[in-house]
T-cell receptor
Framework: KAGVTQTPRYLIKTRGQQVTLSCSPISGHRSVSWYQQTPGQGLQFLFEYFSETQRNKGNFPGRFSGRQFSNSRSEMNVSTLELGDSALYLC????????????FGEGSWLTVV | EDQVTQSPEALRLQEGESSSLNCSYTVSGLRGLFWYRQDPGKGPEFLFTLYSAGEEKEKERLKATLTKKESFLHITAPKPEDSATYLCAVQANSGNTPLVFGKGTRLSVIA
């Protein structure tokens, strides 16, 4: 079956702009999580959505937001981009049940110039 | 606070030279410990989940083991295609908590 799909794969934005990233989870999965990966900090949790509700949130500023649609697809938005937001943004999906496997997409590479 | 520490940061092996990667963790009740492999420019690829101390899982040349404080990823007779960054993550057993990742071990296998 199809894996986790993220779009776009690569993008370049200018400081101060905003960006929207999209994630389609594995069919049947209702939980979508977002992570930011940088060389210095590793993978850091942004937020998780389950059945269109934010179930958990990491320690990121309010410029980072997300949402989930009724078909479980999710988007994350970063407003007023800063140079430090340059990173690989990873989406992960699971059924949302305890002890379920969590699968990652290929990520969206964001460069802020 | 849940924490994961992986060692070494980088490991260089000759093809066929077996070794182990370490993942030490502190967590307020373990729901699961996850191992992923990540190739450059790609997302993490799921390898194993371990749930309780004493559990072991194998896949090809990889074997993961778990104790109450750490996990090991043993690589037997590695090949160049095993070169990647190996990530360890834990999930606490309290509500719907996210994965907490270590910084990873970057493995290079030289032919």
């Amino acid at each position: 079956k199809a894996g986790v799909t993220q779009t776009p794969r690569y993008l370049i934005k200018t400081r101060g702009q905003q960006v929207t990233l999209s994630c389609s989870p594995i069919s049947g999965h209702r939980s979508v999580s977002w992570y930011q990966q940088t060389p210095g900090q590793g993978l850091q949790f942004l937020f998780e959505y389950f059945s269109e509700t934010q179930r958990n949130k990491g320690n990121f500023p309010g410029r980072f937001s997300g949402r989930q649609f009724s078909n479980s697809r999710s988007e994350m938005n970063v407003s007023t981009l800063e140079l430090g937001d340059s990173a690989l943004y990873l989406c992960a999906s699971s059924s949302g049940r305890a002890q379920d496997t969590i699968y990652f997409g290929e990520g969206s590479w964001l460069t802020v110039v | 606070e849940d924490q994961v520490t992986q060692s070494p940061e980088a490991l260089r092996l000759q093809e066929g030279e077996s070794s182990s990667l370490n993942c030490s963790y502190t967590v307020s009740g373990l729901r699961g410990l996850f191992w992923y492999r990540q190739d450059p420019g790609k997302g993490p690829e799921f390898l194993f989940t371990l749930y309780s101390a004493g559990e072991e899982k194998e896949k090809e040349r990889l074997k993961a083991t778990l104790t109450k404080k750490e996990s090991f990823l043993h690589i037997t007779a590695p090949k160049p295609e095993d070169s990647a960054t190996y990530l360890c993550a834990v999930q606490a057993n309290s509500g719907n908590t996210p994965l907490v990742f270590g910084k990873g071990t970057r493995l290079s296998v030289i032919a």
